[in-house]
């Protein structure tokens, strides 16, 4: 596709379904919910997240015991760059992540994500991941997580304990 064409509402369709799953997997990563993440994944993809290389639902099981360690984290995604080609596409997508141990350390994770994905059955998942790590910046923790301006607000948890479950 030429970069700048207008995408007809096919197209738009599936770049849409493709961003939906790499959202839902940043959800999936910070909530520590393994339903969400294998969701993300079919079941014979694989991943290459440098700790971890090989079946995705295997790291999906593996991941929300490792990302407790941390008492936040935020995964958010930009620069989506996909290309579509019918029942395939590849997709370049920016992460910045920002991972809270508290009391301890903040620690800014910059990247990308290399997605293969596959559309089966009308339904798109990744078939293959690898990260890429930019840069990453730690710090010593400096949040504030009690008196004014916060008092009052609901706190971000993991799965099944995040505001978010009650809501869905």
Known sequence: MEIGK???PAEMADRWAIYEVL???CRGVDR???DTLKACYWPDATVAYGSFNGNAHEFCA???GSIVKYSATQHTITN???RV???AAEVETYVTAY???EGETEMTYIGRYLDRFEKRDDVWKIRHRQVLMDWNQNTEATAISTGRPFDGLARGARFPDDPLYDML
């Open 32 to 34: 520590a919910d393994e």
């Open 80 to 82: 989506f760059c996909p």
């Open 23 to 25: 959202t839902h997997h």
């Open 62 to 64: 593996v991941l929300p």
């Open 6 to 8: 207008v995408p007809n």
């Open 99 to 101: 991972h809270y141990i």
């Open 85 to 87: 080609r019918d029942l």
